[in-house]
């Protein structure tokens, strides 16, 4: 029996244990409801239809619902969707929980904060120094568990601080080859880019975006909260206004996001450096699910694209 949805393939039955992300109703066009299920594990998520649903069933299959499902994996406009033969809720003499169908970073969160502290305080600019210590205290218990995203890239349990440690490590090569890089502001940058989603998002089971996530935004949240603490702490001058545009341009692009392009050196490169980090994580994870000599599916933020996957020997 395979492991995992995200290693099962098309035309695989599948008889296991699996947790409701999401669950909304709709109408067929024979006039009958039905429900569609996002269903996910810890080695990925997948699609499913529950046709001819009573109003029972929208009552017990509902998000954060562990169930127990057997099914085969068809296609469906070319994405992977599971077809429900049998479906019930679990329960207690089950043994499951809803834990055991999250994913984790492949690090512990002691040693994401270890690494994080030890940036802190390898940045000599006082102002700055403190804004991102405060900041990180503050918000440390949320910052060590949370996504870095509802979908794509770091959506598991503390994947925020994984891809902001990820991220300093590339900073610090950066910085090595480019020494002419203000070090400070682009850590800075770095360790609170996406520190709004913990405003933006609601949580690490079945992660959506909150009321503050869907009206605002991670990025003017951040922007107005560096202002405060700033503030709050009585620091004034440049590297705040400088520190608050790096957060505003870090999706560099309007299309992507971003209120402003990138207009400060360390800026450009903060952005640079996040969208390689998200890519990477990206493509890891689809070119680990296809064998040497295959495409993956596409991939919808990395413009839609498929990617192969060489069949000579990867060292």
Request: no cysteine; aromatic share 6%.
């Amino acid at each position: 029996m395979k492991k995992g949805i995200g290693n099962y393939s098309i035309g695989d039955a599948f008889d296991d244990f699996i947790l409701i992300k999401m669950s909304s109703r709709g109408v067929a066009s024979n006039g009958k409801p039905f429900l569609t299920l996002i269903l996910r594990d810890a080695s990925g998520e997948i699609e499913a239809k529950l046709w001819d649903t009573t109003k029972e069933d929208e009552d017990v299959f509902v998000a954060e619902q562990i169930v127990r499902l057997s099914g085969e994996v068809n296609q469906f406009r070319g994405k992977p969707q599971l077809k429900i033969f049998s479906i019930r809720a679990a329960g207690e003499a089950d043994g499951v929980q809803v834990s055991d169908f999250i994913a984790k970073a492949p690090v512990e969160k002691e040693v994401l904060l270890e690494k994080l502290t030890e940036a802190i305080f390898e940045m000599e600019n006082s102002s700055l120094q403190r804004i991102v210590r405060a900041l990180v205290k503050k918000h440390q218990e949320k910052l060590l568990t949370y996504p870095a995203a509802s979908k794509n890239h770091h959506d598991y349990v503390s994947g925020l601080a994984h891809h902001i440690v990820s991220m300093l490590e590339l900073a610090r090569s950066m910085h090595a080859l480019y020494p002419e890089i203000n070090k400070d502001m682009l850590y800075a940058g770095v360790i609170l880019h996406d520190l709004g989603k913990l405003k933006e998002l609601s949580g690490v089971v079945t992660t959506s975006y909150t009321l503050e996530g869907k009206l605002v935004g991670h990025i003017p949240l951040m922007v107005e909260e560096i202002g405060d603490i700033a503030k709050e702490l009585q620091i004034e001058g440049e590297e705040v206004l400088a520190l608050q545009h790096l957060i505003l341009s870090h999706h560099g692009k309007a299309e992507w996001g971003s209120p402003k392009p990138p207009l400060i050196r360390e800026a450009e490169l903060l952005h640079l450096i996040d969208l390689a980090d998200a890519r990477m994580h990206m493509l890891n994870r689809a070119l680990a699910k296809v064998n040497p000599g295959e495409f993956t599916e596409r991939l919808f933020a990395l413009d839609n694209r498929s990617f192969y996957k060489p069949s000579f020997e990867q060292n």
